[in-house]
């Protein structure tokens, strides 16, 4: 059977960069992705893929149902295969004949090869229903740069009438080569949560300070301060990071200001640590506006939870993706990573799911989130068969 998948996919290889192509040049942000949904419905439809109409404007949930003699146990499963749709608020420079049409937009996280994979492996799974049982949803998830996109989905009911049994999704990734895949059981993406604490004082004039309440000097200590969390009140074992990205204060070169603001992130795999980092950071920038004769508001908000793959669905997932590629393709992950994905809503409401990295690093790779990042065609290919495998492997007579 793996040579004819590598048949069916050997088909539809110019078809996947012609749609990778597009839905690049036609760059859109999260829950935006109006030119992207309508090519991807157009693109089923053609398939002759069942849609159900969703409850939010972008995003797509296809369906393909399997024709082939179920001979396991009780109803056939329902799986679900999920691609990420939208791009980025980043100027393109890559200079690509296909670049993006919208200014100030691209694909700068390789969603728009997510998204051509997902369709190619839709089209090869359509034409090859005879040869599995059960149900595939497809899921064209909107937004998730915003990390909000995969619960509103959600919460549209894609994951009821059948309800979803295993889900799985892929992320390029430039750490690992192209034509190799890599996989993590258990905890492998960070949780993400987001904090800003606003410094109050007594804003005066830069000659007097000792007339007003420095703010700004309270928001500096606190910068510091806010690190040694991490250095001293968490065991060296546990992963988690702490970063002050923004600091915002001030609009003359001459006065103190009276309010200062910082925000940033913090990432961690533990409930009980990310409890205990939101009331230290709490308790620390209260201490030092007190000290600074200020006052701080502090509002911590626990964003997405960490990516937890089922060890047992991602070992399916590593022999499916053996099947097609040969083992020494498969690649295992010495650590998890700190970067967050909100996959992780999918893999909290289903019973087992895991998402796996598509190498998509070349001789000079460049990072994602970068102007200059382009998905590489040649990895399109890899990421189709992976996922026809797996089904088939899954839900296969």
Same mark, same amino acid.
């Given at each position: 059977?793996?040579?004819?998948?590598?048949?069916?996919?050997?088909?539809?290889?110019?078809?996947?960069?012609?749609?990778?192509?597009?839905?690049?040049?036609?760059?859109?942000?999260?829950?935006?992705?109006?030119?992207?949904?309508?090519?991807?419905?157009?693109?089923?439809?053609?398939?002759?893929?069942?849609?159900?109409?969703?409850?939010?404007?972008?995003?797509?949930?296809?369906?393909?149902?399997?024709?082939?003699?179920?001979?396991?146990?009780?109803?056939?499963?329902?799986?679900?295969?999920?691609?990420?749709?939208?791009?980025?608020?980043?100027?393109?420079?890559?200079?690509?004949?296909?670049?993006?049409?919208?200014?100030?937009?691209?694909?700068?996280?390789?969603?728009?090869?997510?998204?051509? +994979?997902?369709?190619?492996? #839709?089209?090869?799974?359509?034409?090859?229903?005879? !040869?599995? %049982? &059960? *149900? =595939?949803?497809? @899921?064209?998830?909107?937004?998730?740069?915003?990390?909000?996109?995969?619960?509103?989905?959600?919460?549209?009911?894609?994951?009821?009438?059948?309800?979803?049994?295993?889900?799985?999704?892929?992320?390029?990734?430039?750490?690992?080569?192209?034509?190799?895949?890599?996989?993590?059981?258990?905890?492998?993406?960070?949780?993400?949560?987001?904090?800003?604490?606003?410094?109050?004082?007594?804003?005066?004039?830069?000659?007097?300070?000792?007339?007003?309440?420095?703010?700004?000097?309270?928001?500096?200590?606190?910068?510091?301060?806010?690190?040694?969390?991490?250095?001293?009140?968490?065991?060296?074992?546990?992963?988690?990071?702490?970063?002050?990205?923004? +600091?915002?204060?001030?609009? #003359?070169?001459?006065?103190?200001?009276?309010?200062? !603001?910082? %925000? &940033? *992130? =913090?990432?961690? @795999?533990?409930?009980?640590?990310?409890?205990?980092?939101?009331?230290?950071?709490?308790?620390?920038?209260?201490?030092?506006?007190?000290?600074?004769?200020?006052?701080?508001?502090?509002?911590?908000?626990?964003?997405?939870?960490?990516?937890?793959?089922?060890?047992?669905?991602?070992?399916?997932?590593?022999?499916?993706?053996?099947?097609?590629?040969?083992?020494?393709?498969?690649?295992?992950?010495?650590?998890?990573?700190?970067?967050?994905?909100?996959?992780?809503?999918?893999?909290?409401?289903?019973?087992?799911?895991?998402?796996?990295?598509?190498?998509?690093?070349?001789?000079?790779?460049?990072?994602?989130?970068?102007?200059?990042?382009?998905?590489?065609?040649?990895?399109?290919?890899?990421?189709?068969?992976?996922?026809?495998?797996?089904?088939?492997?899954?839900?296969?007579?």
């Amino acid at each position: 059977m793996q040579e004819r998948i590598w048949e069916e996919v050997d088909e539809i290889r110019e078809y996947v960069v012609d749609a990778r192509h597009f839905v690049h040049r036609n760059a859109e942000v999260g829950f935006n992705e109006h030119a992207t949904t309508a090519f991807i419905k157009s693109e089923l439809e053609t398939a002759g893929i069942e849609m159900v109409p969703l409850a939010i404007e972008t995003g797509v949930l296809g369906i393909i149902r399997g024709t082939a003699e179920w001979t396991g146990a009780g109803e056939p499963p329902t799986i679900g295969l999920r691609a990420d749709i939208d791009a980025l608020p980043i100027e393109e420079a890559t200079g690509a004949p296909y670049a993006s049409q919208n200014k100030g937009v691209m694909h700068a996280c390789g969603h728009d090869g997510h998204t051509a +994979i997902l369709l190619a492996a #839709a089209k090869v799974l359509q034409k090859n229903r005879k !040869e599995f %049982a &059960g *149900t =595939v949803k497809l @899921f064209f998830q909107p937004a998730e740069e915003t990390l909000y996109g995969a619960a509103k989905m959600i919460d549209c009911g894609i994951l009821e009438n059948p309800p979803v049994d295993a889900v799985v999704a892929l992320h390029g990734g430039v750490e690992i080569p192209i034509g190799s895949v890599a996989v993590y059981p258990g905890p492998f993406m960070a949780s993400g949560d987001i904090f800003k604490v606003k410094m109050i004082g007594k804003g005066t004039h830069g000659a007097y300070p000792h007339r007003g309440s420095d703010a700004l000097a309270a928001a500096a200590q606190a910068v510091i301060s806010l690190q040694m969390i991490l250095a001293r009140e968490i065991e060296a074992n546990e992963r988690a990071v702490l970063s002050v990205c923004q +600091i915002h204060g001030g609009n #003359a070169f001459n006065v103190v200001p009276q309010e200062v !603001e910082i %925000a &940033g *992130t =913090v990432r961690c @795999f533990s409930p009980e640590i990310r409890s205990k980092i939101r009331d230290r950071l709490e308790s620390i920038c209260t201490h030092i506006a007190a000290s600074y004769r200020c006052d701080a508001v502090c509002d911590y908000t626990f964003g997405i939870p960490p990516v937890v793959n089922d060890l047992e669905e991602t070992e399916l997932l590593a022999e499916a993706a053996r099947d097609v590629l040969g083992p020494e393709k498969v690649i295992r992950l010495a650590n998890p990573m700190m970067g967050s994905e909100d996959f992780a809503y999918f893999l909290q409401r289903v019973p087992r799911g895991t998402i796996f990295r598509l190498g998509v690093g070349g001789d000079t790779p460049i990072s994602l989130h970068n102007p200059g990042f382009n998905f590489p065609d040649e990895a399109l290919p890899v990421g189709v068969a992976v996922f026809v495998r797996y089904v088939l492997k899954k839900l296969g007579r």
